[in-house]
């Protein structure tokens, strides 16, 4: 069967009503979904710019996932792996795309061991590559279904999501699978009869999953079911109500002929869709969907009714005042609370230039170490509030 990979940025989210599970706290964003700005300094308690070594040995293509781990960046554009130190400075990179035995097709998705190897999903491959940063395959796993994303609990145990597709011998969106054995050990939630026919989409973002607490959440973009996830337990923990918009599931049982027309006929509805990121600070939930094309960012507080949802953020803490469009751009959360937003540097100057006054232009050319135009994106790190 055919899988069609549609990126976040060409927006793919959606949702649908959870089960009738008294035991799910409900979380509602209410409000008018108009195209909203906010300034970082009201919805970040702190945030920091860190620009990203460039040379011709180091260029970033389209970024696909950044992962964040014991004080290093972990950055795929899909065909090499790049890591940087938490200051943006180039550490190391794998680069091993090809045929051959020891090489990897594409980066569907990766996790970081705590011994800093790496292990790199190759869906086209139906293979998992467990590499040293000195481009060594150290072990591999070959699986007879298609996984698109992963998430690794222990050093010793792996998620596995499948999404809707029931190929080879796979029913569940879930597996848990143990990497010593290299055995699934475990399946968690049924794949839905009528999407396994058409709904065939990829998102980058499935698991917030924090290594250090080994605890986090995993989200299905077709589901507005948060699931709260550990090393042995997989359980619905929230259900999101968008403001009454959620798409209902009678909707997903029509007959659709291919996953195209399914898009063409929600993009006719007035339906809110998808859960993009979810993470949960001691204040706030964070939740990210989609609303007539729009990505909007909501911040629900735990201690009262307010609700922060906007659709672009102005950084007037490092950037004065550039614009950052959450719509068709790459947001990455971690550890719940921290979210990484990747900026293209010719952007922020074309911004400078235009809107502030020359010695501004100059501090912020030397804040984002600007070289030129090629320069490798420049990372926004927000610890939301």
Same mark, same amino acid.
């Given at each position: 069967?055919?899988?069609? =990979?549609?990126?976040?940025?060409?927006?793919?989210? %959606? @949702?649908?009503?959870?089960?009738?599970?008294?035991?799910i706290?409900e979380?509602?964003?209410? *409000?008018?979904?108009?195209?909203s /700005?906010?300034?970082?300094?009201?919805? @970040?308690? &702190?945030?920091?710019?860190?620009?990203?070594?460039?040379?011709?040995?180091?260029?970033?293509?389209?970024?696909?996932?950044? +992962?964040?781990e014991?004080?290093?960046?972990?950055?795929?554009?899909?065909?090499?792996?790049?890591?940087?130190?938490?200051?943006?400075?180039?550490?190391?990179?794998?680069?091993?795309i090809?045929?051959?035995?020891?090489?990897?097709?594409?980066?569907?998705?990766?996790?970081?061991?705590?011994?800093d190897?790496?292990?790199?999903?190759?869906?086209?491959?139906?293979?998992?590559? !467990?590499?040293?940063?000195?481009?060594?395959?150290? /072990?591999?796993?070959? %699986?007879?279904?298609?996984?698109?994303?992963?998430?690794? %609990?222990?050093?010793?145990?792996?998620?596995?999501?499948?999404?809707?597709?029931?190929?080879?011998? /796979?029913?569940?969106?879930?597996?848990?699978? !143990?990497?010593?054995?290299?055995?699934?050990?475990k399946? =968690?939630?049924?794949?839905n009869n009528?999407? &396994?026919? =058409? +709904?065939?989409?990829?998102?980058?973002?499935?698991?917030?999953?924090?290594?250090?607490?080994?605890?986090g959440?995993?989200?299905d973009?077709? *589901?507005?079911?948060?699931?709260?996830?550990?090393?042995?337990?997989?359980?619905?923990?929230?259900?999101?109500?968008?403001?009454?918009?959620?798409?209902?599931?009678?909707?997903f049982?029509?007959?659709?002929? !291919?996953?195209?027309?399914?898009?063409?006929? +929600?993009?006719?509805?007035d339906? @809110?869709?998808?859960?993009? +990121?979810?993470?949960?600070?001691?204040?706030?939930?964070?939740?990210?969907?989609y609303?007539?094309?729009?990505?909007?960012?909501?911040?629900?507080?735990? #201690?009262?009714? #307010?609700? !922060?949802?906007?659709?672009?953020?102005?950084?007037?803490?490092?950037?004065?005042?550039?614009?950052?469009?959450?719509?068709?751009?790459?947001?990455?959360? $971690?550890?719940? /609370?921290?979210?990484?937003?990747?900026?293209? &540097?010719?952007?922020?100057?074309?911004?400078?230039?235009?809107?502030?006054? =020359?010695?501004?232009?100059?501090?912020?050319? $030397?804040?984002?170490?600007?070289?030129?135009?090629? $320069?490798?994106?420049? %990372?926004?790190?927000?610890?939301?509030?």
């Amino acid at each position: 069967m055919k899988y069609i =990979y549609i990126p976040i940025l060409l927006i793919i989210c %959606l @949702a649908c009503n959870t089960s009738n599970n008294t035991s799910i706290k409900e979380l509602s964003i209410n *409000n008018s979904f108009d195209d909203s /700005n906010i300034t970082l300094s009201k919805i @970040a308690s &702190s945030s920091e710019i860190i620009p990203l070594e460039t040379n011709d040995s180091i260029l970033i293509g389209e970024i696909k996932k950044i +992962l964040c781990e014991n004080n290093y960046i972990y950055i795929s554009d899909g065909r090499t792996l790049f890591k940087f130190n938490d200051k943006g400075y180039f550490i190391s990179k794998i680069n091993k795309i090809g045929t051959g035995p020891d090489e990897y097709t594409s980066i569907t998705d990766f996790q970081i061991c705590s011994n800093d190897k790496v292990w790199i999903l190759s869906r086209k491959d139906k293979r998992l590559c !467990n590499y040293s940063w000195n481009g060594i395959l150290e /072990n591999e796993i070959k %699986l007879n279904f298609w996984i698109s994303n992963i998430c690794l %609990l222990t050093n010793n145990t792996m998620l596995l999501y499948t999404g809707n597709e029931t190929d080879g011998d /796979n029913n569940f969106q879930l597996k848990m699978l !143990n990497l010593s054995t290299k055995n699934i050990a475990k399946n =968690y939630i049924r794949i839905n009869n009528s999407k &396994s026919k =058409y +709904l065939f989409v990829k998102s980058t973002n499935h698991f917030n999953y924090n290594s250090n607490s080994k605890s986090g959440f995993f989200f299905d973009i077709f *589901n507005d079911t948060i699931y709260q996830i550990s090393s042995d337990i997989i359980k619905s923990k929230y259900y999101v109500n968008i403001n009454k918009k959620n798409i209902p599931s009678d909707f997903f049982d029509k007959e659709y002929d !291919n996953v195209m027309i399914f898009f063409q006929t +929600l993009f006719k509805s007035d339906y @809110a869709y998808g859960t993009v +990121l979810f993470g949960e600070t001691n204040n706030n939930f964070i939740f990210s969907y989609y609303y007539k094309k729009l990505c909007h960012l909501s911040l629900i507080s735990k #201690n009262n009714n #307010n609700i !922060n949802d906007f659709t672009n953020i102005n950084d007037d803490v490092n950037l004065m005042g550039y614009p950052i469009t959450l719509t068709s751009r790459p947001l990455f959360i $971690q550890d719940n /609370n921290k979210l990484i937003i990747p900026v293209q &540097s010719a952007d922020i100057v074309d911004y400078a230039e235009k809107k502030l006054k =020359y010695n501004d232009v100059n501090i912020i050319k $030397q804040s984002i170490k600007y070289t030129n135009d090629d $320069q490798n994106p420049i %990372l926004l790190f927000l610890k939301l509030k």
